[in-house]
Each structure stands twice: as C-alpha cells, then as structure tokens.
C-alpha cells in the first residue's frame, strides 16, 4: 500500500492528496528547536514574534476567509476579491485555496474552529465591530485612514494586515486585512506570498494599476502582552509615493 503517514520526531503527520505534510518547528524555553504536534491548536502552538509573518502563524490550522458586506456593492464585491487573493495563498505550496464566504455566512462552528481571515472594517464587517483591537479598525470605517503609532496611512492603496489573538473564538487567530478607504487593491499570489514572510503587523500600499507592485509602509511586532511594537531599529517616517 502507498505510504500515508510519516513520522518526524516521534510526531505523525498523514500525508495529503498531494503526498505532502507540513510540519511546524518551535523555539522551545531551552533554545532548542522541536517538532510541534500537528493535531496542536495554533495559539497553543506559540506565537513566534519576528520569525515569521502573520499568515504562516496560522497557516498550520484550519482557516476560513471572510470579507465584509457592509458597504456598498462595490465595496463588497472588491473586498471579495481581495478575501479571495489571500485565501490563494496557500495554492503556491499546491494545495486547494482557503474556503471564502461572507461576514454573514460565518457559523458559530466556524468561530470556534477557525483562524479567521477578516477583510474589511469595523463598518463593512459585522465581525469586526463592538471588539477591541490593537487597531482603530473603527477610525478606518469612518474614512478617517489608518493610524498606526503616530502616523497616518489614508491612500487608495493603503492596507492594513496584523494577526492578534481571536477575541470571538478559542484558542484561534484573527488575520485582520483593512484597507484605508473600504476597498483596497487586489494584488497577485505571488505577491500575497511575499507578504507573508513580513511582521506580525504591516501596512502596505499597492498600486492601483499593477498587481505586482507592493510597498511596505510600516511594520513592527507585538511584544510577549499583545502590545503593538514598531520593528526593531526601524523608522516609521515614510516619505509619500507617488505612482507613475
């Protein structure tokens, strides 16, 4: 019979329809580094502050993407796109793309169960209200852009990415995704991979006209408490782009 299941460690991990695992390795309190159980939580697993970006900290789990429904039509339908970039993510490893629903499709099931992709704001999406996060999630909703440590980001392209701790589950992440002005520019998978290597929070701005082209306009990480921290050594002053 084909070969199923692999061990690493002395943990097993059953192969996928694509004969793959994935494993996930941890800086354990002496040091050193060891194999996580796969069937682990992921907030149980750790969360590895500058190591990683914020998508490859839930990556391990069950993940749904959801985008808000809030605004207008048009909002809506561009938030759904952009639900949709990210939730193609995990195809570049060949694998299927994350499911992708509505705000208001999102079951108490899946709250429990699921590490969240959140697309949208405190006005667009109903997930995303009456919540406290390290964010003004509700200072974007009312056009006002965002705020991140002094500085504001209010451009077309502007968006916000940051996973926290999920304040609607257990033992679940949120990866919140708001763009500035209600809807933000699609960008590629390829890009969207990029951007998964970066910080525990960052804010990018895309250009409009090329899916290609992203910058990262400030990021930092959240100290040991959840606490917002700039990146170590870094400036956040941002000189204004201008696309040609």
């Not at 759904?80 to 970039?85: K, N, P, Q």
């Not at 993510?89 to 108490?108: I, K, N, Q, R, Y």
């Not at 406290?132 to 705020?147: K, V």
């Not at 520019?185 to 992203?214: I, Y």
Request: glycine fraction near 10%; proline fraction near 8%.
């Amino acid at each position: 019979a084909p070969l199923r299941i692999i061990a690493l460690e002395q943990q097993r991990f059953e192969l996928g329809s694509n004969n793959t695992a994935r494993a996930t390795f941890l800086r354990g309190t002496n040091g050193l580094w060891q194999v996580a159980a796969p069937s682990a939580p992921p907030a149980l697993r750790g969360k590895r502050h500058g190591l990683s970006g914020p998508l490859w900290d839930i990556n391990p789990g069950r993940c749904l993407a959801a985008y808000g429904t809030g605004g207008s039509a048009q909002e809506t339908d561009q938030l759904r796109r952009m639900a949709g970039a990210v939730a193609r993510l995990d195809a570049t490893w060949g694998e299927p793309s994350w499911p992708v629903v509505a705000d208001t499709a999102v079951t108490e099931q899946d709250r429990q169960n699921c590490n969240l992709i959140l697309v949208g704001d405190a006005r667009t999406h109903r997930l995303l209200r009456n919540q406290t996060w390290p964010f003004d999630l509700d200072r974007i909703g009312r056009g006002q852009g965002i705020r991140v440590l002094g500085q504001t980001y209010d451009q077309p392209g502007d968006v916000l990415h940051f996973l926290y701790p999920s304040p609607i589950g257990s033992n679940t992440y949120v990866y919140v995704v708001a763009p500035a002005r209600g809807s933000g520019s699609v960008v590629s998978p390829e890009t969207s991979f990029e951007t998964a290597t970066w910080s525990d929070w960052f804010v990018r701005r895309a250009s409009p006209d090329d899916p290609e082209r992203v910058d990262r306009l400030a990021d930092g990480v959240f100290d040991n408490n959840w606490q917002l921290q700039p990146m170590p050594g870094k400036s956040l002053d941002v000189t204004p782009m201008n696309w040609e």
